[in-house]
T-cell receptor, first 113, second 115 residues
Framework: KNQVEQSPQSLIILEGKNCTLQCNYTVSPFSNLRWYKQDTGRGPVSLTIMTFSENTKSNGRYTATLDADTKQSSLHITASQLSDSASYICVVSLNQAGTALIFGKGTTLSVSS | EPEVTQTPSHQVTQMGQEVILRCVPISNHLYFYWYRQILGQKVEFLVSFYNNEISEKSEIFDDQFSVERPDGSNFTLKIRSTKLEDSAMYFC?????????????FGPGTRLTVT
């Protein structure tokens, strides 16, 4: 069954600290893996997109890694800010065309001062 | 910066009624999508749409649902005979392409409440 599992479910860190979020998937065929940020009550916003041939992709303080062999990905957030408080969702495309996206449940990150 | 817009932001309807959720995708995008998110759960793919026809749909997207691009700008999701379990946030998204890694841009969502 095509699944995307994320850990931890929730995380609380102090402002300025770094953190790493994990994603394991069992989606096949695999086209690309995305990380989205979703603020409460808003639509998801794309952070990174990686194809199966890419190992890492950065977007400012966000760095995503991908190991297509072990089907694992991580999202590292550097020097966290209060505005980073949100749900971070790992998303894997179900097919080569990349039209149908399979979402994980997300990791809820809370950054406190 | 171009963005996907959705109306209304909140729709309340009675069970059994029909609702139409509206979306205006980004103007040069060719692929359109609907997703839903039941409160506290993950986002789920409903349907993708290209060249005036459905490209792909999930098991959720049964005969109760339909999509349409009635003109050059709007993209709509119709839910017939709504049920309590249809209460959710419905997100529209659009992308410039699909093959490779085209980004899908999401709208702010329509919260549908079925009473």
């Amino acid at each position: 069954k095509n699944q995307v599992e994320q850990s931890p479910q929730s995380l609380i860190i102090l402002e300025g600290k770094n953190c790493t979020l994990q994603c394991n998937y069992t989606v096949s065929p695999f086209s690309n893996l995305r990380w989205y940020k979703q603020d409460t009550g808003r639509g998801p916003v794309s952070l990174t997109i990686m194809t199966f041939s890419e190992n890492t992709k950065s977007n400012g303080r966000y760095t995503a890694t991908l190991d297509a062999d072990t089907k694992q990905s991580s999202l590292h957030i550097t020097a966290s800010q209060l505005s980073d408080s949100a749900s971070y969702i790992c998303v894997v495309s179900l097919n080569q065309a990349g039209t149908a996206l399979i979402f994980g449940k997300g990791t809820t990150l809370s950054v406190s001062s | 910066e171009p963005e996907v817009t959705q109306t209304p932001s909140h729709q309340v309807t009675q069970m059994g009624q029909e609702v139409i959720l509206r979306c205006v995708p980004i103007s040069n995008h060719l692929y359109f999508y609907w997703y839903r998110q039941i409160l506290g759960q993950k986002v789920e793919f409903l349907v993708s749409f290209y060249n005036n026809e459905i490209s792909e749909k999930s098991e959720i997207f049964d005969d109760q649902f339909s999509v349409e691009r009635p003109d050059g700008s709007n993209f709509t999701l119709k839910i017939r005979s709504t049920k309590l379990e249809d209460s959710a946030m419905y997100f529209c998204a659009s992308s410039e392409g699909v093959l490779g890694a085209y980004e899908q841009y999401f709208g702010p969502g329509t919260r549908l409440t079925v009473t």
